[in-house]
């Protein structure tokens, strides 16, 4: 069935540094992919989404590109803040306007920004 | 529109007690899901409403839960016979079938701890 496997955590890095997390997908056909946030004791948050292949999400200086080839969507920010510590989920659901579009997650990765 | 509520944020039962969780959805969206989160994975979905409208459940969803929509709006998930292992983070989302985006809107979940 389809699956999302991300980079196990938790991610702590220094503000202002470099951030990816891994993230690669097995799906049928072809799957429209997301990246939801988790803050402390807040509910799960869209943070981008891509529903094509080549496609790239972008939003509060995060991106993520569908790349079909590799199977992946790999999420980026050139220069984290102490506000981005959270907990991300890469997921997947089926095709735009699907019938049955429920959303498969990953493990989620907890990520530390240290001031 | 004031977003997806769940209530209780909070329940503590104890092992053979049956409890029951709402979650209102954002007006007018047409389709519901259920998720569980249990500590340390992704939200794993439960089962989804179309309207008034069962249309899946996953294997997850043992006898012992029931889930339902009965005007369209409002949803109730009931656990009947609650064991330790039900111990989770119910999550409840909403869309609006039809338009362009598919993005689901996430509430803030209701904590279920069994003792």
């Known amino acids: 069935g389809d699956s999302v496997t991300q980079m196990e955590g938790p991610v702590t890095l220094s503000e202002e540094a470099f951030l990816t997390i891994n993230c690669t997908y097995t799906a049928t056909g072809y799957p429209s992919l997301f990246w939801y946030v988790q803050y402390p004791g807040e509910g799960l948050q869209l943070l981008l989404k891509?529903?094509?292949?080549?496609d790239k999400g972008s939003n509060k200086g995060f991106e993520a590109t569908y790349r079909k080839e590799t199977t992946s969507f790999h999420l980026e920010k050139g220069s984290v803040q102490v506000s981005d510590s959270a907990v991300y989920f890469c997921?997947?659901?089926?095709?735009?306007?699907?019938?049955?579009?429920?959303?498969?997650f990953g493990k989620g990765t907890r990520l530390h920004i240290l001031p | 529109d004031t977003g997806v509520s769940q209530d209780p944020r909070h329940k503590i039962t104890k092992r053979g007690q049956n409890v029951t969780f709402r979650c209102d959805p954002i007006?007018?969206?047409?389709?519901l899901y259920w998720y569980r989160q249990t500590l340390g994975q992704g939200p794993e979905f439960l089962t989804y409403?179309?309207?008034?409208?069962?249309?899946?459940k996953s294997r997850l969803l043992s006898d012992r839960f029931s889930a339902e929509r009965p005007k369209g709006s409002f949803s109730t998930l009931e656990i009947q016979r609650t064991e330790q292992g039900d111990s989770a983070m119910y999550l409840c989302?909403?869309?609006?079938?039809?338009?362009?985006?598919?993005?689901?809107?996430f509430g803030p979940g209701t904590r279920l701890t069994v003792l």
């Open positions: 007006s007018e969206h047409n389709r």
């Open positions: 891509a529903t094509k292949a080549d």
């Open positions: 989302a909403s869309t609006q079938l039809g338009q362009i985006t598919d993005t689901q809107y």
């Open positions: 409403f179309q309207n008034e409208a069962q249309l899946e």
């Open positions: 997921a997947l659901s089926g095709p735009l306007m699907n019938r049955d579009d429920k959303i498969i």
